[in-house]
């Protein structure tokens, strides 16, 4: 079963309008990734959160992490056709030394921007 | 070009050859993941390595499938005698040390198409 749940799976968003993704997470979160992907491209890293109430901004784009650290929220203010694409969540959702690095992802949220 | 460098981006064989697919890690990086995605389905976790080492493959299919990534040169991902259920994007990632306040990042991938 998924242990990181994105929702939604994909959002149509006018330009200029805002948009949200969530990312909930049924254990504690030791680290949380957002990464963005284009069709037929690797993954480009956004943010990291770490820290239970941490929010973090680039340009046009926050992260949030909420308070019990199980779930996290990024927001997208006045969306552009250059914000289209698949937003993913990555996580450490295990403490050992032996487990570091494994990171589980959501399934991700596919974002179309139209005009 | 100090990025994760994967190659080749596309690989196509017959049902039965060998895969290998090549990453090299960004500068200064010496822990690589591999990762596979399939069509309509989230991100994988396949392996973990160190120079020499493999720290976690509970990701790897049993059969069929090895890593490494040795003391020189790049990680090699292995697939023998693939079937059609291998075709997917492999991705490689690299982070500097194991701690989980260092994001991975990640190459554009290897599109491997099974005939």
């Known amino acids: 079963s998924q242990e990181l749940e994105q929702s939604p799976q994909s959002l149509i968003v006018q330009e200029g309008k805002n948009l949200t993704i969530n990312c909930t997470s049924s254990k504690t979160l030791y680290g949380l990734y957002w990464y963005k992907q284009k069709y037929g491209e690797g993954l480009i890293f956004l943010m990291m959160?770490?820290?239970?109430?941490e929010e973090k901004s680039h340009e046009k784009i926050t992260a949030k992490l909420d308070e019990k650290k199980q779930q996290s929220s990024l927001h997208i203010t006045a969306s552009q056709p250059s914000h289209a694409g698949i937003y993913l969540c990555g996580a450490d959702l295990h403490m050992t030394t032996d487990s570091w690095g494994k990171f589980q992802f959501g399934a991700g949220t596919q974002v179309v921007v139209t005009p | 070009n100090a990025g994760v460098m994967q190659n080749p981006r596309h690989l196509v064989r017959r049902r039965g050859q060998e895969a290998r697919l090549r990453c090299s890690p960004m500068k200064g990086h010496s822990h690589v993941y591999w990762y596979r995605q399939l069509p309509e389905e989230g991100l994988k976790f396949m392996v973990y390595l160190q120079k020499e080492n493999i720290i976690d493959e509970s990701g790897m299919p049993k059969e069929r499938f090895s890593a490494e990534f040795p003391k020189e040169g790049p990680s090699i991902l292995r697939i023998q005698q693939v079937v059609r259920g291998d075709s997917a994007a492999y991705f490689c990632?690299?982070?500097?040390?194991?701690?989980?306040?260092?994001?991975?990042?990640f190459g554009d991938g290897t599109r491997l198409s099974i005939l």
């Open positions: 959160l770490q820290k239970g109430g």
């Open positions: 990632a690299s982070s500097p040390g194991i701690y989980s306040n260092q994001p991975q990042h």
